[in-house]
């Protein structure tokens, strides 16, 4: 950007000093000239070196040419009376000159930026070549095995024999079960809806239990005149039991219910086993379907506390059931986001959602371990660690 005086600029014929703005041909900078006179201050902006536009504050002009060069704004001074001194014009040219630099670079800059990005998610895409949406086969409404324009509850039953090698084919696409608009309503459910719904209820129980243990009366009575008081710091021993004994229950409900196989002969059971999962296996993206609806997650939840009840000592058992239905609540939490985040490279959710992946495409008789892998190695369910 240059800066220089004008005393008899090519093609105008005004007598008043003047702020001329040039496009240079080239590369584009700009060049401003000022001027002295003994009338006024105009100020005149060019498109080119051999037009001359006197603009005494031309809102129109002004404003095609801040859009085309990126100038937010220029402030004209008009004194009719006085005469502006050099020192005053010198600086403010010198700003505006400065102004338009700074713009110039952070658009360079910003481009440059773009470039990067662009080149980073490329190289992450090569380093990520097994995407899930990759895995995923299209759906020929004409030849599949079922008619996608209706309801598949009905449907999948008729499938025999061909139903388990049909329903691990995923497909990239929602599902409707139901023609009903309430029974299809019901089988959808928003992620947040589980942490409204029960994590209330794991706060207010945690409570209950650490406040009455805190009182000093719970004990286990052993016999009639035996009994082993328990302290309330024991609460946290009790919870993270029901945790891991979620763990655990978490793991057979996924293997032995949810990854049963349906006699081919039995309609009502191919059809149980497509509602309970079978339709998160054939459209694994789907995410309407992917946490328990809390009518459905109430059954399992009211069984494990009547267990419990049944089993231990009222406040023990109370312990361990609001830490199971914690390790619930993030179970349900961690399977939307192994299907939906991107956990970073390296680490333990990277590591689950690779697990996860290969579950659902390659692995469909294994790896049955959402939170944890641990119960896949006794039981020997553990998926082969291939590289990802």
């Known amino acids: ?5 004008h005393s008899e600029y090519e093609g105008c014929k005004c007598k008043a000093p003047c702020m001329v703005i040039t496009r240079q041909l080239g590369d584009g900078p700009f060049t401003f000239r000022t001027g002295k006179s003994k009338g006024h201050l105009a100020s005149t902006l060019c498109d080119s070196p051999r037009t001359h536009t006197h603009n005494v504050f031309s809102p129109q002009l002004s404003l095609r040419l801040f859009k085309r060069y990126y100038i937010e704004k220029l402030v004209c001074m008009f004194n009719k009376n006085r005469r502006m001194a050099t020192p005053v014009l010198s600086v403010l040219t010198l700003f505006v000159s400065l102004f338009c630099q700074v713009l110039r670079e952070r ?13 980073n998610v490329k190289t992450v895409d090569k380093e990520d070549e097994i995407s899930p949406f990759s895995k995923c086969s299209p759906v020929d409404l004409d030849k599949d095995l079922v008619d996608w324009r209706k309801p598949l509850a009905w449907q999948v039953g008729h499938l025999g024999e061909k139903y388990d090698a049909w329903v691990h084919q995923p497909v990239d696409r929602p599902i409707r079960l139901f023609g009903n608009p309430l029974l299809e309503a019901g089988t959808k459910t928003s992620w947040y809806w589980v942490p409204v719904v029960w994590l209330p209820i794991v706060f207010y129980v945690s409570w209950h239990c650490y406040t009455t243990m805190a009182q000093g009366n719970s004990s286990v009575h052993i016999t009639s005149d035996f009994s082993i008081p328990i302290h309330k710091y024991s609460f946290p021993v009790f919870f993270l039991m029901g945790w891991f004994l979620w763990s655990f229950i978490e793991y057979c409900i996924h293997r032995f219910v949810f990854h049963m196989k349906p006699p081919a002969h039995n309609y009502y059971l ?34 494990f506390y009547m267990t419990l009840h049944q089993l231990l000592p009222d406040i023990i058992g109370l312990s361990m059931f609001v830490g199971g239905l914690c390790g619930y609540v993030v179970y349900d939490m961690i399977h939307y986001y192994l299907h939906y985040g991107s956990p970073k490279k390296g680490s333990y959710l990277y590591d689950l959602k690779a697990y996860h992946v290969k579950h659902h495409f390659e692995h469909q008789r294994s790896g049955f371990g959402i939170t944890t892998t641990f119960w896949d190695h006794p039981f020997n369910t553990v998926i082969p660690d291939e590289k990802f």
Do not use: C, N, W
């Open 1 to 5: 950007m240059v800066i220089g005086q």
């Open 107 to 119: 658009r360079t800059a910003s481009e440059q930026t773009d470039e990067k990005t662009a080149q």
């Open 270 to 303: 191919i059809t149980l086993h497509f509602l309970l999962h079978g339709q998160h296996h054939k459209s694994p993206f789907d995410g309407a379907r992917l946490v328990f609806p809390p009518g459905l997650a109430s059954i399992v939840v009211g069984v």
